[in-house]
Structures are given as structure tokens and as C-alpha cells.
């Protein structure tokens, strides 16, 4: 993994060394200069060792959410770049058919003999490249004979072995050891792992392999590793990461056996060096090979960088990982980075006295920050390191979930750490808690030294100091400076932080008029909430053309968490009043119940920090639970079945014709077909040369807005276009509903629908390479578009109409554009294969029928599922992998629990004499022990319950936008979860306090209250 | 007023219907983890329902401790200690926590009062504690504040009482629950002789009308000629009592460190 967010790993590695190196320097320059300081500070550390292990927990999350972040990423780019090594072997580049950027039309789409023979002539003593060899390749039906289990499209691939010398470990057997296929019969055959283990099979199996309905027996030699040479990885483009069931023979035998005698589907190019180093030469290679093609006058072919792409997708892939699982996991940096504050605020807290006293003897406010930075770098170094390192394991752990996730792809996720992404971790991690820590000292550094050794609190100041009116002022200009940036740039995300800055720094601004603390606190709490929860008719209306990103689900957060809390604890009063009214029925509790409620409201800056930090991950935990299950319930819905219940997918080289009457023509076949309701076909254009279409700008029908782009064109059947019920999000002017469109594709030729993928903003970060223009996702209404469609082989054309664009919900199972199957006829010929749809009676069990059908169909390859499975077997991956995502971010709520133990810890310190007047005026162990269990319990469901209600806040915003409302997405809220999270933040917090409830309730009473 | 000496120590107080508190022997030794601090050397003593008695001493004589371990705030090292009849070693922490709340108030040298909670709020703990209903709690907090000429203030947080209040509103804590016995540790202590007298005289008035048993101890001579009897300890034992026939301020006197 090479950057984040754009900017390159080893710049934030030196940016944060530096960073590192100068806190260092600061702590060296005490140590040198000013030891007795740097002395105070230290020997502070052992005086509450349980104290001081929270304050380590506390210091060190930061750090391990980093790490945990860094290490997923390098695990999922070494793991993924291991793999494209694993799988290409020697292999760098791939010579394949494609016809995009040619004017020639062909009606075959390979790769010509002769354009071997013109690479072999021009290359072969090239010194960059170790070899070239042919292959040909095709998906086949395969029983295992044996062990009667089969695959219906597994990857038969025929190589050349004299031409293999330039890719020596590309077949090997399991144990490593090369294999010459020279000697090889005609009948016999290398199956790749992925076969084996699908089939059962073994070294001296026999298989039969169907083609065009033939059945072939072959005898199994070996089992091979994975690898593009054993057709494990599809050999025609772009790196794909999904392995497949594979077969290896001779080169002739597989062009025998295919009936391709003369046709090539690649050549793969071996660069020289070996398996990693070859790549830095693709550049040089592909432009010779580019070069060579030319000169031979080979039209119609393509140089796929294979390796290097395949490294780059598993580098982006790292990436977006690494991004993703840090932002998420900025809720709990925000709240560690609070927590840090609040335990140094604390900690200066206790020691005012004896700070006090240190300026009383000539010590000066500078001096104190020493001492403070030097305890607090002690601390830091060490949890920083702490924090690295179980980063690691929380990654380990993580990985151990990815890996099961991704089993299913063939693809093994191995731990890997890169000592660059230890070192970001650790010196982010110390650098943020020496800026932190900086910046709370500073502020304990100015003290009254009297009222410090009397141990008396500040008194509270009707107005602000001019210093922060100034604050306020610069504060509340760049807040408006950077509204206007976001309305200019049309960026949400500068606008949103501008009128919040804005409206925050308002506060010292109103309060050097001396207008009431609680009056401006709850004033501006209630704007910039009411601004962030402002119902998104209104926000519509407002901000009509504004983009936003993840960033602003953690600026919402941040914010309308700060916003609650503001008036939640300057409103405490209220509470207490509520509580007061319950009086009697609380019985003996009361007294309690009193000073568990009283003490935090008094307390308004700890109550209000350890809020915030349990609040923040509770909202971002909530908000991605709800996100997760209403979007899984999305795709989930019976809609995005289109009206169908079993998906067959027809083997090209084993067409199935009629599948009703193949099913009742099949010896094997127990599908009863009069279960079906109706059997509709998508007709798909040749896989190799694919499809491609543009835009007409409007009004012309000779003016494109960008050349050919490739997107699946798909014909439908009458029967497919009669039966479905695919629902739309878009549908052009003048048709009533979505039948109506369906209908008029199905009777008007030169119509088309297509899925909402394609629309700007519908798409995410892998939105397809063509986009619509002219309309919106929002849109439920459009002018019909015209569009040109092309077949890339042989180049003809047809203009179509759009008139529907299928719903968010749908499009993910039905992907594509979809005409009439006259209109796909005109342009694409005969289709390359069918995919067939069934409509079962209901009351049949779909699962059961694709079972059935593909037992019937066996010989056919035919590949049967029931859609509903399919649908729910995706959506537990991805619910699966977002659980992971909401996990790692519930890591925060340790932050927000070690807060609690952290103030339960310091309030029995503080409150000792307290608690020994309260125990000679009749209050029991248990009820002193009580009043602390319940005043966590107090802060602790403020900080979980307003978490929860701003998301719920949030959700039903987002919800009910015109955005989401176009996609059809319900807002379903998993309560269990939800209750989950609760439970989990409220019961930790509640163990947490154990302890030191324990401890104030062993105080000797005595002891407590001597004064001496 | 004609102080005259009555008992020293260690001699056994006779017992006596009369005896609210008697004390047998106490000895009271302090574990340091590096050696052993004898705070009380075998007191024995006994005070009489409706007495006031003030214990005065030089720093570190064990006053506070003898107050401590009378009330059943501390535990004694050997000995007995009585109260009402009742040795207060046999009762378990809730029973003597209970006991407390029910029949001993509390005064102490820095008020002592929860800043979280208003004036009203600290003077009905001891009741809500004890199982008294809420109104009546707050009934009886409102007439111990009348009593000290705080009703007015009931709203307010101890930050914003003088010192003179904030130790009328402890008064007003110790008298809610019209406890049978009160223990002052230095309750003028943190005060100016003005506040100081205020108040003694508070104590002196509930002393004579509701017939309460006070305990206080002082460094002040002035202070303590408010006491019916005044007991002298030096280094953990007592040395000295005085009784006078009425109590009333005598501001010549000195203090008896000095």
C-alpha cells in the first residue's frame, strides 16, 4: 500500500517522524535543562497505578485503531498482489482479442495464428522478454466419474510445451514439482486445485468433459496449482480475482477437442526476470509488443498488462480498505483525542495544590508545562508502543473474519504488516497525544497560585475574557469564509464545518456581552443541531446542488453530537427536577439516586467530554448498523428478483435450445416443468468482444457526448419482457407505469431500458465506465434519450431510445441494457449464449428446482440458482464484512467506557472526605457505592441514549431526502443491534465502576475526615 | 463560673441511668505500616444525657479521635464504648450506620457540605438516609433551617453562603433528624469569633430546650465555657475535667494550648 487519501505513505512517514523527533526533542531538552521538572512529572506516574493503566488504555487507542487500519490494508494488498503472482507465475502481459479501437469488422473473435508467428519472429531474441506462448481456452461441463460430482463451467486451457520455457513455475503440482507437457497423451488431462476440490478428484480419476453436447473422457495425470496456465484465472483481460474450476492440456489436443484447429484466444508474453521483478519492464514490453502487431499488420488485438494491473487492483483494493477502516474509525481517534484531554485536564485538576505551591516558589508557567509534557510523554511513548502492537492483533483477528469472507473467491487473506505502517502508527499516535497533552497543559498552567493551594475552584466569570472574544471573532470569520468556499466550490462538506465554526464561535462572542452561560450554550446547541437535523425538504431547498462525501457522516456526527451535549448538560437541571418529582417512590434509594444525578450535573465539563465520547461511536455504530440492514433489506426485497425465482445459465459450447424441452428430454431430469409459470431468456452478445454504446447529445443524433463505452447489452425474449416485473426508478415522458414501458419494449422495436448504475451518483466508486447524461438519480421523469449501440466485432450499429431506467434495488441482479430481442437481433446476431429466467408457481421451492436443473442439465454445463439464494448468499458477504466494519468502530466505545472508570476512579480521590461526612450522616457502604454505580449509570445512558437517538436523527433525514427516496430504500432500524450496542457501552461502563464504587464505599470514615 | 475538677483517668466511670455515652478503658493504637501510634491510652468516661461537654487538648492529644471512636466513626483498639446501653463494638457497619443516622448529628471544623446540593438538599440527607418519606424530610430539613435563621436560603449552593452559614446550614444537618446526640468536631473552627458565638449560642439554645447531648471538640477556651463540663486530654488520656453550673461565654479566658 503505497498512499492514503491520495498522499504517498512514505511522505506521511516522514511528515510524522519529524513530528515524532521534535516531541522527542521537547522531552530531551527538559530532561537536559530542566530535570527537576521533568522529575515531578514522572514520579507522578506510580502514585495511582490503577489510575495510571487507565490513563495508558486511554493514550494508546488512537494508536491501535491506526495500526489496526494500516495492517488490514497492508494484509489485503499482500495478500491480493501474493495472489496475482501466485496465479500469473512468469506471465506479464497478455496478447487478446478487442475490436474497440479498430475500424476492421471481424465476425470471430480470437487471436489469429498468424499474429504468433508475427510476434515470435519480431521478439524472439528480444533481451526484455524470457518467452511467448500460446493458449486456447473455453468453459466446458465436467463430471468427475468417480465420484459422479461435477462443474458446469470449468476452464479447459491448451498451452504449447515447447514454447513454456519462459514460464517455468506456471504449472506445477501441488507439491512444486514442474510439469512437461510434452509427454502427455491425447486423453489425458492436469486438473487445477479448484476442480480437484470441487469434484473430489484424484490423480488417476477419469472425467468426461462436454462439447457441443459430445461427451470426451479423460484420465486425470495430476492435480496442478491454480494458475492461469491451469485455466484457474480468466486469461482475456483484466485481472480477475475470482478463481475458477480449471483443466490443462496440449495446445492441439484443446484446439482438436474445441474444433478451433488455427485460433488462439491469447499469447502470453513472459518479461525477463523473474516473478516479481519482470514487471517493472510491462511499460517496455507492451509498447515492443504494441510495436509488433503493428508492423505485422494484426488488426483487432490488445496488449493487457495482466500482472501490473492485477498488483495495481490489489494496491487500490489495500487502499480503499486502509481508507475505509480509518475513516470509520475516526469516531474513536475523535473520542481517544477527548479522552486524552480530559484525563490531563484531570490530572492538572488534582494537582493544583501542589502546582500552586510549585509557582508560589518561583516555578513559572512554562516550567509546569515541562513537568506535565514530561509525565504525559512517558506515558505516551509507551502506550503509543502498546497501541502499535495490539493494532497488529486487532488486525489478525480482522483478517481471520476477511479470510472466511473471501474463501469464497478462492482468494487467502495472510497476515502481513510492513514496518512503514508500525512506524505511521506509532509516531501518529504519539504526536497527536503530545499535541493534545500540549494543549491541556497549557491551559492547567494558568492558575491562580492562591486560590490553587487552597484548593479553590475558579470562580465562574459572567463574561469572557478579551482574549477569547478575539478567538471568537477570528473563529467565526474563517466559519464564514469557508461557508462561502462550499456554496462557491459546491462542496457540502467546507459549508457544513463553516456554519458550524460559525455558530460555535459565536459562544464566547454573546458571552462577552454577559448574556447567561446556559442561555448561550443551549441557544447554540439548539442552532447547530436544528442546522444538522434541518428536515430535508427544507435543506432541498436551500442547498439545491451540493456534493458531499463519507467525511460529512463524521463532521455530522462530531457535531450534532457537540450540539446535544451542550444542551443536555447546561438543561440538566430539568433531569434533576424530574427526579426530584419521582421523590418517595424511589424510597430508600433516593438519597442515591440524589447525589448520582447531582454530581455529574455539577460537573459539567467531565459529564459533557465522557457524553461526547460515548455518544459519537454509539451514533457512527448506529447509523452503519441501520445503513447495513436497510440496504441489505434493499437488495433483498422480492423486486429485485424482477419477478423470477431460478436463473439458468446456458454453456456456450453446450447450448441448451428449448429448456423446457431439453428438461423433459433429459433421462436424469426429475423437474417437474409444469411447476413453471413462465421461462423468459436473456440473450448475451459474444463474452470476448462484449458490447458498447454512446450518448446522442440532444436533439442530434450525429453528435456524441464521448466515444464507445463498454456496458452489457441484453436482448429479452416477449416471454422475459411479458412476465417481469422489474420496478424503475426513471421512466421517460409519457408512459403511465413501468409495465407500460416494459410493454412498449417489448412491442416497439429500438427501445431500451437500463439499470440505474449508470447514472451519475447511482454508481459509487465502481461506477461502470458509461455514464448517462442529462439525468439525475433523483429524477423520476426524463425526456427519452437516444443512444447508439454497437457490436465491437463487427462493428454494426443501431440507434436506440431509452425510455426507463431500472431501480437501485433491481439493477445489482439485473445489470445492463435491455432491448427487445428484434432490436439485439439487428445489431449482435444470434447471441453467444442464453441466460434463462424461471417463474415458478408459487409454492415451489426454488432452490430445490436449480438443484434439479442442474442434475438434469449436467451434461450440458448448464449453471442453475435459485435467485433468492444468490441475493441472500451476496448480502450475508456483504452484511458480513460490514459487521467487521461496524466491530472495528464499536472499538471505540472502549474509549468511552475507559472515561467512565477514569472519572469513577478520580471522584473517590476527590470526593474522600465527602464520602466520610456522608458516611457519619447515616449513608451505608452500599448506598455510598450505589450513588457512584448510579451516577456512571447517569452519564453513561445520556451518552448511549442521545448516540442513538441522533442517529435514529440522522437516518430518518437521510431517508425521507429526495435521494433516497428515488431508490426505493426503507429505512429498517435493527433494534436488536441497536439494544446490543447499548447493552454492551452501558454494561462495560457499569463494570468499569465496580471497582472504585468499591473502594469509596471501604473509606475508613476517620480517616476520611481528618483535616491535619 | 467555678470550674471544678471531677474524675480522671483510668478509672472506671461508675454507671448511671443517666449515661448516654460511656466510654470504658478505650485504647486506640494507629498501625502506620511502619510502627504503631498510640492515639488514646485507656480513656474512660461518661456523659449524661442532656449534657454538653467540650473536649479540649493541645494538637495531636487525641480529641478528635476520642470523638471519632465515642460515635462509632472509628473502632476502638480495646476498651468499651456505650452508647445508650448499647456497646457500639457489637454492632455490625449497617447497624451502626443506621444507628447513626437515627441518633447522632454531625458537625465538622469544614462544614462538610456536598456543593452539589442546595442548603435544603443537605439538610434532609441524614432523613432520606434513615428512611424518612421525602416530604417529610424536606418538613423537617425546612424547620432545622427556620431554627438557624436559613429558611431563606434553602435554594442556594453552599458556594453561595458565607462561612457562618454554610456552618449553620451543618447545624441544621445535625438537628434534622432531632438526633439524641450531637458530635462537633471544631465546629468554629473555620469561623471569626463573631460566627464562632452565633455558633455556640446555637448549640447552647438546642441544648437547653430539646434536652440534646453535644460533643465538641475545641482548641477555643472560649468555646468551650458554652460546655456544662469541659475534659482536658494530654498525649491520649485525660487529665483534667471541669463542670460549671451554667455555661455562657467568658471572653477572658484563654485557650487552652496556650
Given at each position: 500500500m503505497n498512499s492514503l487519501f491520495g498522499i504517498p505513505m512514505n511522505s506521511i512517514m516522514v511528515v510524522l517522524l519529524v513530528g515524532l523527533g521534535l516531541s522527542l526533542a521537547v522531552v530531551g531538552?527538559?530532561?537536559?535543562?530542566?530535570?527537576?521538572?521533568?522529575?515531578?512529572?514522572?514520579?507522578?506516574?506510580?502514585?495511582?497505578?490503577?489510575?495510571?493503566?487507565?490513563?495508558?488504555?486511554?493514550?494508546?487507542?488512537?494508536?491501535?485503531?491506526?495500526?489496526?487500519?494500516?495492517?488490514?490494508?497492508?494484509?489485503?494488498?499482500?495478500?491480493?498482489?501474493?495472489?496475482a503472482y501466485d496465479w500469473l507465475g512468469h506471465m506479464d502481459e497478455?496478447?487478446?482479442?478487442?475490436?474497440?479501437?479498430?475500424?476492421?469488422?471481424?465476425?470471430?473473435?480470437?487471436?489469429?495464428?498468424?499474429?504468433?508467428?508475427?510476434?515470435?519472429?519480431?521478439?524472439?531474441?528480444?533481451?526484455?522478454?524470457?518467452?511467448?506462448?500460446?493458449?486456447?481456452?473455453?468453459?466446458?461441463?465436467?463430471?468427475?466419474?468417480?465420484?459422479?460430482?461435477?462443474?458446469?463451467?470449468?476452464?479447459?486451457?491448451?498451452v504449447d510445451p515447447s514454447t513454456l520455457d519462459g514460464f517455468p513455475e506456471n504449472i506445477v503440482t501441488r507439491d512444486g514439482k514442474p510439469v512437461d507437457l510434452t509427454g502427455i497423451a491425447d486423453d489425458e488431462i492436469y486438473l487445477n486445485k479448484k476442480a480437484a476440490k470441487e469434484l473430489d478428484a484424484r490423480p488417476g480419476d477419469e472425467v468426461t468433459i462436454f462439447v457441443q453436447g459430445f461427451p470426451h473422457t479423460f484420465k486425470v495425470v495430476d492435480i496442478v496449482k491454480d494458475n492461469a496456465f491451469t485455466g484457474a484465472i480468466n486469461l482475456q483481460g483484466q485481472g480477475e480475482s475470482i478463481v475458477t474450476e480449471g483443466m490443462v492440456t496440449r495446445l492441439d489436443v484443446a484446439q482438436n477437442l474445441l474444433g478451433r484447429e488455427g485460433e488462439l484466444d491469447a499469447v502470453a508474453i513472459s518479461n525477463r526476470g523473474g516473478v516479481r521483478d519482470s514487471i517493472g519492464l510491462t511499460d517496455v514490453v507492451t509498447t515492443k509488443v504494441e510495436a509488433a502487431l503493428k508492423a505485422g499488420n494484426i488488426p483487432n488485438l490488445e496488449v493487457a498488462k495482466m500482472k501490473q494491473e492485477f498488483v495495481d487492483d490489489a494496491e487500490l483494493f489495500g487502499n480503499v480498505m486502509t481508507t475505509m477502516f480509518v475513516v470509520m474509525g475516526l469516531f474513536s481517534i475523535a473520542a481517544g483525542i477527548l479522552l486524552i484531554f480530559m484525563i490531563f485536564v484531570m490530572l492538572a485538576a488534582e494537582r493544583k495544590p501542589e502546582m500552586g505551591m510549585t509557582r508560589a516558589l518561583g516555578a513559572k508557567r512554562s516550567q509546569l508545562v515541562q513537568s506535565f509534557l514530561s509525565e504525559g510523554m512517558t506515558y505516551n511513548l509507551g502506550s503509543a508502543l502498546i497501541g502499535a502492537a495490539l493494532g497488529v492483533l486487532v488486525a489478525l483477528a480482522m483478517t481471520r473474519i476477511m479470510a472466511s469472507l473471501f474463501s469464497q473467491f478462492g482468494i487467502s487473506i495472510e497476515p502481513y504488516v510492513t514496518p512503514r505502517s508500525l512506524i505511521i502508527a506509532y509516531s501518529l499516535g504519539v504526536v497527536v497525544t503530545f499535541i493534545t497533552v500540549l494543549f491541556s497543559s497549557w491551559r492547567a498552567s494558568h492558575l491562580n497560585i492562591v486560590r490553587a493551594i487552597r484548593d479553590i475552584p475558579e470562580p465562574t466569570y459572567r463574561r469572557t475574557t478579551l482574549r477569547s472574544l478575539i478567538f471568537g471573532i477570528i473563529g467565526m470569520l474563517l466559519g464564514a469564509f469557508l461557508g462561502w468556499v462550499g456554496i462557491a466550490s459546491g462542496i457540502l462538506f467546507p459549508h457544513a464545518l463553516g456554519v458550524s465554526l460559525f455558530l460555535l464561535c459565536s459562544i464566547p462572542i454573546l458571552r462577552r456581552f454577559a448574556l447567561p452561560e446556559r442561555l448561550v450554550f443551549t441557544v447554540v446547541g439548539l442552532l447547530l443541531l436544528g442546522w444538522w437535523a434541518m428536515p430535508p425538504v427544507l435543506y432541498e431547498a436551500i442547498y439545491p446542488q451540493m456534493d458531499s462525501d463519507i467525511e460529512m457522516f463524521f463532521l455530522s456526527g462530531i457535531m450534532m453530537v457537540t450540539a446535544t451535549t451542550f444542551v443536555l448538560v447546561y438543561n440538566s437541571d430539568l433531569i434533576l427536577l424530574g427526579i426530584q418529582r419521582l421523590g418517595g417512590r424511589l424510597g430508600s434509594i433516593l438519597p442515591a439516586v440524589r447525589i448520582a444525578v447531582a454530581y455529574p450535573l455539577a460537573n459539567k465539563f467531565r459529564t459533557g467530554m465522557t457524553m461526547v465520547m460515548i455518544s459519537l461511536v454509539v451514533f457512527a455504530v448506529v447509523v452503519m448498523s441501520i445503513m447495513n440492514t436497510s440496504f441489505g433489506e434493499l437488495f433483498l426485497r422480492d423486486d429485485s428478483r424482477g419477478g423470477w425465482d431460478v436463473v439458468v445459465q446456458e454453456n456456450p459450447n453446450n447450448p441448451i435450445g428449448d429448456l423446457e424441452a431439453a428438461l423433459q428430454q433429459s433421462p436424469a431430469s426429475e423437474v417437474d416443468t409444469s411447476r413453471?409459470?413462465?421461462?423468459?431468456?436473456?440473450?448475451?452478445?459474444?463474452?470476448?468482444?462484449?458490447?458498447?454504446?454512446?450518448?446522442?447529445?440532444?436533439?442530434?443524433?450525429?453528435?456524441?457526448?464521448?466515444?464507445?463505452?463498454?456496458?452489457?447489452?441484453?436482448g429479452l425474449d416477449d416471454e422475459f419482457l411479458a412476465t417481469a416485473s422489474i420496478p424503475l426508478q426513471t421512466r421517460a415522458v409519457g408512459y403511465e407505469s413501468d409495465a407500460a414501458v416494459w410493454e412498449a419494449v417489448r412491442s416497439t422495436p429500438g427501445l431500451a431500458v437500463i439499470d440505474a448504475f449508470v447514472v451519475a451518483g447511482g454508481g459509487g466508486p465502481d461506477a461502470p465506465e458509461f455514464q448517462l447524461e442529462g439525468v439525475g438519480d433523483t429524477d423520476k421523469v426524463m425526456d427519452p434519450i437516444t443512444l447508439e449501440i454497437r457490436d465491437p466485432a463487427t462493428k454494426r450499429t443501431a440507434t436506440v431510445t431509452l425510455?426507463?431506467?431500472?431501480?437501485?434495488?433491481?439493477?445489482?441482479?439485473?445489470?445492463?441494457?435491455?432491448?427487445?430481442?428484434?432490436?439485439?437481433?439487428?445489431?449482435?446476431?444470434?447471441?453467444?449464449?442464453?441466460?434463462?429466467?424461471?417463474?415458478?408457481?408459487?409454492?415451489?421451492?426454488?432452490?430445490?428446482?436449480?438443484?434439479?436443473?442442474?442434475?438434469?442439465?449436467?451434461?450440458?454445463?448448464?449453471?442453475?440458482?435459485?435467485?433468492?439464494?444468490?441475493?441472500?448468499?451476496?448480502?450475508?458477504?456483504?452484511?458480513?464484512?460490514?459487521?467487521?466494519?461496524?466491530?472495528?468502530?464499536?472499538m471505540g466505545l472502549l474509549v468511552g467506557i475507559a472515561a467512565v472508570g477514569v472519572i469513577a476512579f478520580r471522584s473517590v480521590v476527590e470526593r474522600r472526605q465527602e464520602i466520610g461526612m456522608l458516611r457519619a450522616i447515616g449513608f451505608k457502604r452500599s448506598t455510598v457505592a450505589l450513588g457512584l454505580l448510579l451516577e456512571t449509570s447517569f452519564i453513561a445512558i445520556l451518552g448511549i441514549v442521545s448516540g442513538i437517538a441522533l442517529a435514529l436523527l440522522l437516518c430518518f433525514n437521510l431517508f425521507d431526502s429526495e435521494e433516497f427516496a428515488t431508490i426505493d430504500l426503507a429505512l429498517i432500524v435493527p433494534w436488536w443491534q441497536v439494544i446490543l450496542v447499548a447493552a454492551f457501552a452501558y454494561g462495560a461502563s457499569f463494570l468499569m465502576t465496580v471497582v472504585p464504587s468499591r473502594q469509596a464505599s471501604s473509606i475508613a470514615i476517620a480517616e476520611a475526615l481528618r483535616y491535619e | 463560673m467555678q470550674a471544678q475538677p471531677v474524675k480522671r483517668t483510668p478509672e472506671t466511670p461508675a454507671s448511671n441511668q443517666n449515661d448516654i455515652i460511656r466510654a470504658v478503658d478505650v485504647v486506640k493504637t494507629y498501625n502506620t505500616g511502619y510502627s504503631e501510634v498510640p492515639a488514646l491510652r485507656g480513656v474512660s468516661l461518661a456523659v449524661e444525657k442532656g449534657e454538653m461537654v467540650a473536649i479540649m487538648g493541645p494538637s495531636g492529644c487525641g480529641k478528635t479521635t476520642l470523638l471519632n471512636c465515642l460515635s462509632g466513626l472509628d473502632d476502638v483498639s480495646s476498651g468499651q464504648v456505650f452508647v445508650a446501653g448499647t456497646d457500639i463494638a457489637t454492632l455490625g457497619d449497617n447497624a451502626k450506620t443506621e444507628y447513626r443516622a437515627r441518633n447522632m448529628g454531625f458537625i465538622f471544623q469544614v462544614y462538610d457540605l456536598l456543593p452539589i446540593l442546595s442548603t435544603v438538599e443537605n439538610a434532609e440527607l441524614p432523613l432520606l438516609v434513615s428512611g424518612v418519606s421525602a416530604r417529610q424530610a424536606r418538613e423537617q430539613a425546612m424547620t432545622a433551617l427556620e431554627l438557624v435563621h436559613l429558611a431563606d436560603w434553602a435554594r442556594h449552593r453552599p458556594a453561595e453562603l458565607s462561612g457562618g452559614q454554610r456552618q449553620r446550614v451543618a447545624v441544621a444537618r445535625a438537628l434534622a433528624n432531632r438526633p439524641a446526640i450531637i458530635w462537633a468536631d471544631e465546629p468554629t473552627g473555620a469561623l471569626d469569633s463573631t460566627n464562632a458565638e452565633e455558633i455556640m449560642s446555637l448549640l447552647n439554645q438546642v441544648n437547653r430546650q430539646n434536652g440534646q447531648t453535644i460533643v465538641m471538640v475545641t482548641h477555643d477556651a472560649r468555646m468551650a465555657a458554652h460546655a456544662g463540663r469541659v475534659i482536658y486530654m494530654v498525649d491520649g488520656l485525660i487529665v483534667d475535667e471541669k463542670r460549671s453550673d451554667h455555661a455562657k461565654p467568658s471572653p477572658e479566658s484563654a485557650t487552652a494550648e496556650s
Open positions: 531538552y527538559v530532561v537536559l535543562r530542566n530535570r527537576i521538572m521533568f522529575r515531578m512529572g514522572v514520579r507522578n506516574i506510580p502514585r495511582r497505578v490503577a489510575q495510571s493503566v487507565l490513563i495508558v488504555i486511554g493514550l494508546m487507542l488512537s494508536t491501535l485503531i491506526i495500526s489496526a487500519a494500516l495492517t488490514t490494508g497492508d494484509t489485503v494488498d499482500h495478500s491480493i498482489t501474493k495472489l497478455a496478447v487478446v482479442f478487442n475490436a474497440d479501437e479498430s475500424t476492421e469488422a471481424t465476425d470471430k473473435a480470437v487471436v489469429p495464428e498468424s499474429a504468433l508467428a508475427v510476434l515470435q519472429t519480431a521478439l524472439a531474441n528480444d533481451p526484455d522478454i524470457d518467452g511467448i506462448t500460446p493458449a486456447i481456452f473455453e468453459s466446458l461441463p465436467i463430471i468427475d466419474n468417480r465420484t459422479n460430482l461435477s462443474s458446469p463451467a470449468a476452464t479447459m486451457i491448451g413453471f409459470a413462465a421461462v423468459g431468456a436473456v440473450l448475451i452478445p459474444n463474452l470476448f468482444t462484449g458490447s458498447d454504446l454512446r450518448q446522442a447529445k440532444e436533439g442530434t443524433t450525429d453528435s456524441y457526448y464521448s466515444g464507445f463505452e463498454e456496458h452489457p447489452i441484453l425510455i426507463g431506467i431500472t431501480n437501485y434495488g433491481a439493477s445489482a441482479s439485473f445489470f445492463g441494457m435491455y432491448l427487445s430481442e428484434e432490436t439485439f437481433n439487428e445489431v449482435y446476431g444470434p447471441p453467444d449464449f442464453s441466460r434463462f429466467f424461471i417463474k415458478l408457481e408459487p409454492g415451489t421451492n426454488s432452490s430445490r428446482v436449480a438443484k434439479g436443473i442442474e442434475a438434469a442439465l449436467v451434461t450440458k454445463g448448464a449453471q442453475a440458482d435459485s435467485l433468492k439464494d444468490l441475493i441472500e448468499e451476496q448480502q450475508a458477504t456483504f452484511s458480513s464484512f460490514w459487521y467487521l466494519i461496524q466491530g472495528f468502530m464499536g | -
